[in-house]
């Protein structure tokens, strides 16, 4: 399951560098964008951790609704 997150976190990354790079060459209206977007990628992240630490503390079960929960989310992640 770590490398599926690694491979969303991977996929999103790589989504941002491209985004960064365009914003670069178009201006204004689209640095503001980058700059949202790369603060949810860094709440996402830390989200992420926040959930793998409550997993391994045993606060939080890694039941089968959690794992349906986050194969939907690699799956609509990797769709965008």
């Given amino acids: 399951m770590a490398n599926l997150w690694l491979e969303l976190f991977g996929a999103v990354v790589a989504k941002g560098d491209t985004l ?3 914003a670069n060459r178009h201006g ?3 640095k503001l964008r980058l700059k949202k977007l790369e603060s ?9 951790n926040k959930l793998f630490e409550a997993i ?3 606060v939080v079960e890694l ?6 929960r986050i194969q939907q989310h690699n799956t ?3 769709k965008d």
Avoid: C, F, S
Wanted: hydrophobic share 20%.
């Fill in 76 to 78: 609509n992640g990797l």
């Fill in 63 to 68: 039941d089968d609704r959690l794992k349906a």
């Fill in 20 to 22: 960064r790079k365009h």
């Fill in 56 to 58: 391994e503390k045993g």
């Fill in 28 to 30: 204004g209206e689209e």
């Fill in 40 to 48: 949810e990628l860094r709440d996402i992240g830390q989200a992420e």
